[in-house]
């Protein structure tokens, strides 16, 4: 919201994106974590979105009411209606007619004046697609991107009327980030299109947005902050939903790649810098997603070449039923515990990945599946503890290309 418009006293502010609160001469009427579902601020919230249109009778009553079974909906409504007049009353707003009917259509009093952070957003994004100016129509979707808070009205996404709100502005957003990041590139203004990634991606999470980010960090030739923030993402989009991110920050990976270059120096400088990464005396090498994946497409490649017989497997945690388990903070524990265990169980030559909760990936190199075998006992007696019920699930596929086969075993 404005830092001009908030200075107001006499204006109700009314925050809709990301959570919900009203506040009154600096004072805050509505907003906890209780109050902000209650009947009273539904209604509010219904009435204050549509204060220009109002809303019929029916519709209101349909969308506070729903499929509920009430004797008497025109009553229950008087009844909601009088409540929240008197809840805004008492809460210090001016004494007015806060809520009027005309011909059974509903509406916010034009006798106090509000300012709703949904609305200014979609403000700015219809003042950014009228400038004809460049460089304003820049200033205008920056402004209209960061003035976007987050989800509508999250507290009510079981309500199909503030969902489909939900996703008609996190569209209005998106083309804000699109149309700011297309202009910056073309600016060559990196470092703000690297703060606009960032806020993005923080304000609308799984949405890709990391990936204006990784261009900026890229294009700006920060080439050890863009590894990180690559790592980094990859690894937050495993545990949240066990995907990965889009092919764009993937193919910015790429560009990384071949864009990074080095001073002038000797074979045994290099080797010391490449031989300092490696702090494990023991067991298998622990890295982020992103290295297995390089380690992985550079052992197949060697396959081709000499032969050799490399495995890829995958190691599930199940619960007590049997079934693969994907949430709660035991299985963070548990996850912790597996990547352990794993790394105890294998051959120093031998990669290991956290693959999401849960899940762990390992590439054993120059090996047969009867080791593979040995290598679940192994992990199984480091993991598995006393008279618990979690098991393990393996999945394991050769990595040779003319030998496809998958297995499937649980402990």
Not at 218 to 240: G, I, P, S
């Amino acid at each position: 919201m404005t830092a001009i418009a908030e200075k107001r006293s006499d204006v109700l502010y009314v925050k809709m994106l990301g959570g919900f609160s009203m506040s009154y001469n600096g004072k805050t009427i509505a907003g906890s974590s209780k109050s902000s579902i209650s009947q009273n601020n539904a209604l509010l919230q219904i009435l204050i979105h549509a204060r220009e249109k109002g809303v019929t009778r029916d519709r209101l009553e349909e969308l506070l009411f729903g499929d509920r079974d009430v004797d008497n909906a025109h009553h229950s409504l008087r009844s909601v209606i009088y409540n929240a007049k008197k809840y805004l009353e008492k809460a210090g707003l001016p004494k007015v007619n806060y809520i009027v009917s005309e011909k059974d259509v509903f509406y916010w009093t034009d006798e106090i004046e509000v300012v709703e952070d949904a609305c200014e957003f979609e403000k700015l994004h219809r003042d950014a697609e009228a400038q004809s100016d460049p460089e304003k129509q820049l200033d205008s979707y920056l402004k209209a991107s960061y003035e976007y808070g987050g989800e509508f009205l999250p507290m009510q996404s079981g309500n199909v009327w503030a969902v489909r709100e939900s996703m008609r502005y996190e569209k209005l957003f998106a083309d804000c980030v699109e149309h700011a990041g297309s202009l910056l590139r073309e600016k060559q203004d990196y470092e703000r299109m690297k703060d606009l990634g960032q806020y993005a991606a923080a304000i609308a999470p799984l949405s890709d947005w990391e990936s204006l980010t990784m261009e900026a960090l890229v294009r700006l030739r920060k080439y050890d902050e863009a590894v990180r923030f690559y790592e980094c993402t990859v690894n937050y989009y495993l545990d949240e939903l066990g995907i990965h991110p889009s092919g764009k920050i993937m193919e910015w990976f790429e560009h990384l790649g071949r864009g990074m270059s080095h001073e002038h120096t000797v074979l045994e400088d290099i080797k010391e810098v490449l031989d300092s990464g490696d702090g494990q005396a023991n067991g298998g090498y622990l890295c982020s997603y992103p290295v297995f994946q390089g380690i992985y497409r550079s052992n197949r490649r060697l396959i081709d070449r000499t032969g050799t017989s490399s495995y890829l497997m995958l190691c599930t945690i199940l619960d007590g039923k049997g079934n693969p388990m994907k949430s709660g903070s035991v299985l963070d524990r548990l996850s912790e515990r597996l990547v352990e265990s794993t790394c105890a169980s294998v051959r120093r030559g031998d990669t290991v990945c956290s693959y999401g909760k849960g899940q762990c990936l390992i590439l054993l190199v120059n090996t047969t599946r009867e080791d593979c075998s040995i290598v679940q006992q192994r992990i199984n007696r480091s993991f598995i503890v006393g008279r618990q019920r979690i098991s393990l699930q393996y999945d394991v596929s050769s990595v040779n290309p003319d030998e496809q086969a998958t297995f499937r075993k649980s402990s």
